[in-house]
C-alpha cells in the first residue's frame, strides 16, 4: 500500500497478525488500537476476553490436548494483549498498587499488587479457567499514586506516540531512492520494523539501565544490530544500514525528548516502569509475537514473569500448552536486589 496521507483505522486497531501498511511502515499498528481498548468501559474488556477464551476452549476440546495451530497461537498472543489492557485500565482507576517494578525472580518492595489474580484452577474438561475477578470485588481504589504522576497507561501512550507517530513523516523525508524504492522501505519497516526497535531499547535498558545516557552512541548501536540481526531481517533487505541508523536517530531522540519534556514527571520512573512501557508498546505494535522471537524472549516473557500480574493465570496456562512457556505457579524464589 503507497501513502495515502490518511491512516487507515484498520491497521491501528488490526486484528490481524500481519501489517503491510505502507502510509505508516507499521510505525502506528495495532498500538493506538490497544491502548484505546484500555480506556474502554471495563466490560469491553471483559467480553473480548470471555470471546478469545471462549475459542481456545473449543478449540482445545476438538484437538484433545494437542498443540492448537497458528489459529490458536495468535488468538493466545491477543489473550496476552488484552491482560496488558486490562492492567494498564485497573492501573490508571486505581485498583492496583505498584511497589518497586521487578521481574518474578526479585523482590517487590511493597508486596503483591492489589487486584492481582488469584491462582488459576482447571475445570474438569483441563480447560484454564477465566480468573480475572471483577476491578471493583471488595477492593477500594487505591490511593496511594502522586496526583501528579501520569498513570501507566497514559505513559505508554506518550512513548508509542513519540517515538512512532510524530516521528514517521520525517522519516519518510529522509528516505532515499525512487518511489518505488522508499515504498519497499515502507512495507519492510512494517514487517516488524518497529517492533525489534523497541526491543532494541529494551535491551539497552536491560543492560544498562538509566545509566544509558552515558554511554548514547554504544547504546544506540545495539538498538541498530538488534533491528538488522532479528530473526526476521532476512526478510527484510530494504532496511540498509543507513535506514536503519536513520529511524533509530529519530526515535532514540523522540525517547530522550520524551523524558526530558515531562521532566520531572517522567523523569522520575523506575528503569522497571520504563521497561514495563517498552515491553507494552513492543507487544503492542508486533503484527505477530506469536511468529517474532525477540518481542517472546524481551517482552512477553518478562511481561509474563512480573510479579505485578500484567498476564493473568489463565494466559500463562495457555502460553504454556502451546509455547512451552512456564505455566502459572512456577515462578522461581525471590531474592534480594542489591540496592
Given at each position: ?138 477492593r477500594e481504589p487505591s490511593s496511594e499514586a502522586a ?193
Amino acid at each position: 500500500m503507497a501513502s495515502t496521507g490518511k491512516h487507515p483505522g484498520n491497521c491501528e486497531k488490526a486484528k490481524g497478525h500481519v501489517c503491510r501498511c505502507g502510509n505508516c511502515g507499521g510505525s502506528q499498528h495495532g498500538w493506538g488500537g490497544w491502548v484505546g481498548l484500555a480506556r474502554e468501559p471495563e466490560q469491553v474488556r471483559v467480553e473480548r476476553r470471555s470471546s478469545i477464551l471462549g475459542k481456545l476452549a473449543e478449540r482445545w476440546s476438538a484437538k484433545r490436548g494437542a498443540k492448537l495451530g497458528k489459529r490458536a497461537d495468535e488468538t493466545i498472543m491477543d489473550l496476552v494483549r488484552v491482560d496488558c489492557t486490562v492492567w494498564l485500565a485497573r492501573e490508571r482507576d486505581g485498583w492496583v498498587a505498584l511497589p518497586g517494578q521487578r521481574r518474578g525472580t526479585e523482590t517487590v518492595a511493597d508486596g503483591p499488587c492489589k487486584g492481582r489474580p488469584s491462582p488459576a484452577r482447571n475445570d474438569v474438561r483441563g480447560e484454564p479457567a477465566d480468573e480475572l475477578p471483577p476491578a471493583d470485588a471488595g477492593r477500594e481504589p487505591s490511593s496511594e499514586a502522586a496526583p501528579d504522576r501520569p498513570g501507566a497507561l497514559d505513559q505508554v501512550n506518550a512513548f508509542a506516540r513519540a517515538m512512532t507517530e510524530e516521528i514517521w513523516q520525517d522519516i519518510v523525508a529522509e528516505l532515499p531512492g525512487t518511489p518505488e524504492e522508499i515504498r519497499r522501505i515502507r512495507l519492510q519497516l512494517a514487517d516488524h520494523g518497529w517492533c525489534d526497535l523497541f526491543i532494541g531499547v529494551v535491551r539497552v535498558l536491560e543492560k544498562f539501565g538509566k545509566a544509558f545516557d552515558e554511554i548514547p552512541d554504544r547504546a544506540k548501536n545495539i538498538i541498530v544490530k538488534t533491528i538488522r540481526r532479528s530473526s526476521r531481517g532476512d526478510k527484510r533487505p530494504a532496511l540498509t544500514k543507513f535506514v536503519v541508523n536513520l529511524v533509530v536517530d529519530k526515535a532514540w531522540a523522540a525517547f530522550n525528548a520524551a523524558l526530558i519534556a515531562h521532566s520531572p514527571i517522567f523523569g522520575v520512573l523506575t528503569n522497571e516502569e520504563l521497561l514495563r512501557n517498552l515491553r507494552m508498546i513492543a507487544l503492542f505494535i508486533c503484527p505477530a509475537p506469536e511468529r517474532h522471537e525477540e518481542v517472546r524472549k524481551h517482552a512477553l516473557e518478562p511481561l509474563t514473569d512480573d510479579v505485578q500480574g500484567y498476564v493473568s493465570d489463565a494466559a500463562k496456562e495457555w502460553l504454556a500448552k502451546q509455547f512451552g512457556l512456564r505455566p502459572a505457579g512456577e515462578i522461581p524464589a525471590a531474592r534480594e536486589t542489591p540496592a
